[in-house]
């Protein structure tokens, strides 16, 4: 089989999947170097930088660029290509065209369609991009964690790709034996950082949808709550967040647990009222759970499809 110096793999790779990286494989094993050209723009549904940075993960052996055009310095003998317009790429180089049939034969406009139904032929930094994530949340002794819970085990029992729904627990939990007075603002940052690479973890190997008790938004709240201040540490990380939807738990008819120093009927109002606020100043996506157990979670579930069924917005062709 004949070898060459220097190839290029163009594509938009959006998203790439499986049959990309087949083709990226055959390349570099056939090549001395290789260059991965991710060809689109910013404004697309999935950033260009976005797609080079997961290319460069999944593919750390190869030289991974972005742009239009093939800019670099070094001839480029071969083009690997599985589409129609490698021909012409190939006649602009001065180079050979090889065409590689893509193995699994998916089509990139089903895979934006539907990335659920191809979930198995994403990789896990593509996926965590792609998960719709859940967080619910809510003042002490409101059942926000039996509902996530309850939540990742409704959907888990719908099978196939979806018996793989992770839950993320309260990373804060570890905090809550503290008295209040021990609470330091310097804590609050670390949870939530903490607590952000929990749930990108489990985006990258779960299933479209994951269920987070709490997440860094909350853990703002939490900073006024128990120090009556604003932490923007904090808030600079849950800025950065990439969640899609809250639940928040209603305090009214759950009736409060003695949780000692950090519990008191009296906070519970103000919490729920404080997050409420606070979601909808942020324009975040919420939707609020009343009532006993089983209707919360019936709307919370009807919550979660609509979502879903939304998508990730990716049918849009790239330009």
Do not use: N
Not at 89 to 108: N, Y
């Amino acid at each position: 089989m004949k070898r060459y110096g220097h190839g290029l793999v163009p594509g938009r790779f959006h998203p790439p999947h499986a049959g990309h990286h087949h083709l990226v494989r055959t390349a570099r094993d056939r090549c001395e170097r290789l260059t991965v050209l991710v060809r689109g723009s910013s404004t697309e549904p999935l950033p260009l930088e976005d797609r080079v940075d997961w290319m460069r993960e999944i593919h750390p052996d190869v030289l991974v660029v972005g742009g239009e055009e093939y800019t670099g310095p070094e001839q480029v003998d071969a083009v690997f290509t599985s589409e129609p317009y490698g021909d012409e790429l190939g006649r602009r180089l001065g180079a050979e065209t090889v065409h590689v049939d893509r193995v699994p034969p998916l089509s990139d406009t089903a895979v934006r369609e539907d990335p659920a139904a191809f979930w198995d032929f994403l990789e896990p930094p593509v996926r965590a991009a792609l998960t719709r994530r859940v967080v619910v949340l809510g003042a002490e002794s409101t059942g926000a964690t039996t509902l996530a819970l309850a939540l990742a085990d409704h959907y888990r029992r719908r099978g196939g790709v979806w018996a793989r729904t992770r839950y993320v627990p309260d990373h804060a939990r570890a905090y809550r034996a503290l008295e209040p007075a021990e609470l330091r603002s310097a804590d609050f940052p670390v949870i939530a950082q903490h607590q952000a690479e929990l749930e990108e973890e489990a985006a990258r190997d779960g299933s479209p949808v994951l269920f987070c008790d709490t997440d860094a938004f909350a853990a703002t709240i939490r900073h006024e709550r128990y120090l009556g201040t604003t932490s923007r540490a904090t808030g600079e990380i849950a800025a950065l967040g990439r969640q899609h939807l809250w639940l928040l738990t209603d305090h009214r008819g759950v009736p409060a647990a003695d949780d000692g120093p950090r519990g008191g009927e009296h906070l519970r109002p103000w919490m729920t009222a404080r997050l409420l606020a606070q979601l909808a100043h942020t324009g975040r996506r919420t939707a609020v759970l009343t009532g006993p157990h089983e209707e919360r979670l019936a709307t919370a579930v009807a919550a979660v499809d609509a979502l879903l069924a939304e998508g990730p917005h990716l049918t849009e062709e790239p330009r």
